[in-house]
């Protein structure tokens, strides 16, 4: 029989990829966190590998409830088509109803070129910056052989049985700009609530990547924020203020300059900025968690995903509650 949730009381991360970057690694997957309230799960991010660490972790798409894209950067959503593909072979058919994704809508125009560089044209000219609703349509179009196939010969169910995807509407009154104004001042605002979890959102800096959200769970017994990919912004200490644990982006930024040591170089220049004003340094994590106040400030989306550089602890220089350097699989209990 198959189980709809995972045992156990309580609220309780788990790091299910803590690699930043679109670059594949032997000793982390790609980013996705998985938040499980009394044996019920939420998902974070679907990096690549996400329903293998999933997995790995014990876990199952039976148990699975919501979902939560913060941004759409291919490191964060590779495994998405999966949760369908997949999950129709492993828990998520014969689930109750629909389970909620929610993430990002269009930005609305594909950003500019990056100073210095030639203009390179657009990818699906069309519908160049697809918000999460539309990239989910476009996948069951790429997989419409596979999917229908599926669905007319192996009676799996049709993915709107089984997927509800919501692109995030803005409450009234922020003045969000996709390319002047990414992370306006604003308070959080709920996206989600069911009896175990209140999901709330705010926008944070990852220009020109945007909208780009951060997370906040509330539950009965704690709460936990996920950064998901920020430079330093207001509106993230504003989000995390008080909360139990936070998990928190980092990038070596010593590593970002040996990277790109031409910085005559246009793509340099491009990648030395997107790196330290979309992405936060190791000490900005530990300042930022002061800022809010957190009891647990977790590190991951670590660039470069290597886990042997000891740079990470720098950020305990400026934080005085517990530094976890998250590790694929690392599981953190958040309580009051
Ligand atoms: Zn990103």
Not at 101 to 114: C, Q
Request: hydrophobic fraction near 45%; charged fraction near 20%.
């Amino acid at each position: 029989m198959q189980t709809t949730e995972t045992a156990g009381a309580g609220t309780e991360v788990v790091l299910l990829g803590t690699a930043g970057g679109p670059r594949v690694r032997t000793d982390r997957a790609g980013i996705a966190s998985a938040v499980v309230v009394d044996g019920a799960l939420y998902l974070v991010d679907f990096g690549y590998g996400a329903l293998r660490q999933l997995k790995f972790a014990g876990l199952g798409l039976a148990a699975l409830r919501a979902g939560f894209v913060t941004h759409l950067h291919s490191d964060h959503v590779a495994d998405l088509a999966n949760l369908l593909l997949y999950g129709w072979y492993d828990g998520l058919e014969g689930i109750a109803e629909p389970v909620r994704l929610y993430g990002p809508g269009t930005r609305g125009r594909a950003a500019a070129v990056a100073a210095g560089m030639p203009e390179p044209g657009l990818v699906g000219p069309d519908d160049p910056v697809p918000g999460l609703a539309a990239t989910m349509r476009h996948l069951w179009q790429a997989f419409a052989t596979d999917a229908n196939d599926r669905i007319r010969d192996n009676g799996r169910s049709h993915p709107d049985r089984l997927l509800a995807v919501h692109d995030i509407a803005l409450p009234h009154g922020v003045a969000f700009d996709a390319d002047s104004a990414p992370a306006p001042p604003m308070e959080p605002f709920v996206v989600h609530e069911d009896e175990r979890v209140r999901v709330s959102a705010i926008l944070v800096q990852h220009a020109p990547m945007t909208p780009a959200y951060a997370f906040r769970f509330d539950t009965a017994h704690g709460s936990v924020v996920f950064s998901g990919d920020t430079g330093v912004c207001d509106n993230m200490v504003t989000l995390a203020t008080g909360a139990d644990v936070l998990v928190h982006e980092a990038i070596d930024e010593q590593w970002v300059h040996r990277q790109y040591p031409d910085d005559s170089d246009p793509v340099a220049r491009a990648m030395i900025a997107h790196h330290t004003t979309a992405h936060t340094s190791i000490p900005d994590a530990g300042r930022v968690a002061r800022k809010a106040g957190v009891g647990t400030l977790v590190l991951n989306h670590l660039v470069p995903g290597v886990s042997e550089r000891p740079r990470w602890h720098e950020a305990a220089e400026h934080f005085g509650g517990t530094l976890i350097v998250g590790a694929d699989l690392d599981r953190i209990p958040v309580s009051h």
